[in-house]
């Protein structure tokens, strides 16, 4: 079975400080992930993919991926109350999803 | 483009009852995708499509749980005989193939009572 593991939550952080999601996953042929953002009550929407070792930078979020570790994390920066929901990380050979991690930004 | 489109938006039934779950995947986009979401076990995929065709159903839980894709523009996800534990949210989604980025509709919630 392929697994897509997430550090367990709740994550609480204050306004302006950094949030640190990450993911594990066991294929090592997995070559894209993604993390998709759902708020309480609505569906999963992407925010971020990544393929290649590194970095990736979109705004105030930053998809890290190293695949010698079978590792990717999402770093959000200057976090708002309205980053306030449960991220999912998601390993594209079938679309298989982690169980999430539900993050808290307080004012 | 409206999106995926999922019936019913919510159904309460009692336990023992047959559910029937719609989608309506994206127009040309040729893989389809139904997931279920719960507190306990997140957001788990039961079976997925490619072209119409099955490609994996290990995530189907057990035989009361079906799902057909008679075209590109249709599928069920089906229960029968429903159970309590089977309430959830039942997501379907879809993509083009070779693409990245997957679709969500708005899910169907399910209370089986």
């Known amino acids: 079975q392929k697994e897509v593991e997430q550090n367990s939550g709740p994550l609480s952080v204050p306004e302006g400080a950094i949030a640190s999601l990450n993911c594990t996953y066991s294929?090592?042929?997995?070559?894209?992930f993604f993390w998709y953002r759902q708020y309480s009550g609505k569906s999963p929407e992407l925010i971020m993919s990544?393929?290649?070792?590194g970095d990736k930078e979109d705004g105030r979020f930053t998809a890290q991926l190293n695949k010698a570790s079978q590792y990717v994390s999402l770093l959000i920066r200057d976090s708002q109350p309205s980053d306030s929901a449960t991220y999912l990380c998601?390993?594209?050979?079938?679309?298989?999803f982690g169980a999430g991690t539900r993050l808290t930004v307080k004012p | 483009d409206a999106g995926v489109i999922q019936s019913p938006r919510h159904e309460v039934t009692e336990m023992g009852q047959e559910v029937t779950l719609r989608c309506k995947p994206i127009?040309?986009?040729?893989?389809l995708f139904w997931y279920r979401q719960t507190m306990m076990r997140g957001l788990e995929l039961l079976i997925y499509?490619?072209?119409?065709?099955?490609?994996?159903d290990s995530g189907m839980p057990e035989d009361r749980f079906s799902a057909k894709m008679p075209n590109a523009s249709f599928s069920t996800l089906k229960i029968q005989p429903s159970e309590p534990r089977d309430s959830a949210v039942y997501f379907c989604?879809?993509?083009?193939?070779?693409?990245?980025?997957?679709?969500f509709g708005e899910g169907s919630w399910l209370t089986v009572v």
């Open positions: 990544i393929y290649s070792n």
């Open positions: 499509f490619n072209n119409n065709v099955p490609i994996d």
């Open positions: 294929d090592r042929g997995s070559q894209s």
């Open positions: 998601a390993v594209k050979y079938d679309m298989r």
């Open positions: 127009s040309g986009h040729n893989s």
């Open positions: 989604a879809s993509t083009e193939r070779d693409k990245n980025t997957i679709y």
